[in-house]
């Protein structure tokens, strides 16, 4: 059962913008905190933007001031806007539940090259 399908990525120049949605269904989406996360070629899974249910958001400092997190509790919906989009920022991006996390889903592969 497919719980979490992530879209938007694609290949970008340095200095770019793109805009990640998540499609949750919904009784895994609110009232929970809901994150995006992403794993580069031969690195662990990291934590990059987190926003609570009422709008709350918690930024990593190697994307503070250059993504921001939203969400769409009607649509069951988060976001994530990338913009000034770096190289070391390419990975698969993915989103779940900060806390009790389910199973994850296939990601949407981000390419930031020029």
């Known amino acids: 059962q497919v719980q979490f399908v992530e879209s938007g990525g694609g290949l970008v120049q340095p200095g770019g913008s793109l805009r990640l949605s998540c499609a949750a269904s919904?009784?895994?989406?609110?009232?929970?905190?809901m994150g995006w996360y992403r794993q580069a070629p031969g690195k662990q899974r990291e934590l990059v933007a987190r926003?609570?249910?009422?709008?709350?958001?918690i930024y990593a400092d190697s994307v503070k001031g250059r993504f921001t997190i939203s969400r769409d509790n009607a649509k069951n919906t988060v976001y994530l806007q990338m913009n000034s989009l770096k190289p070391e920022d390419t990975a698969v991006y993915y989103c779940?539940?900060?806390?009790?996390?389910?199973?994850w889903g296939q990601g949407t592969q981000v390419t930031v090259s020029s």
């Open positions: 779940n539940r900060v806390i009790y996390p389910r199973p």
């Open positions: 926003i609570t249910d009422n709008g709350d958001t």
């Open positions: 919904g009784s895994i989406f609110s009232p929970f905190t």
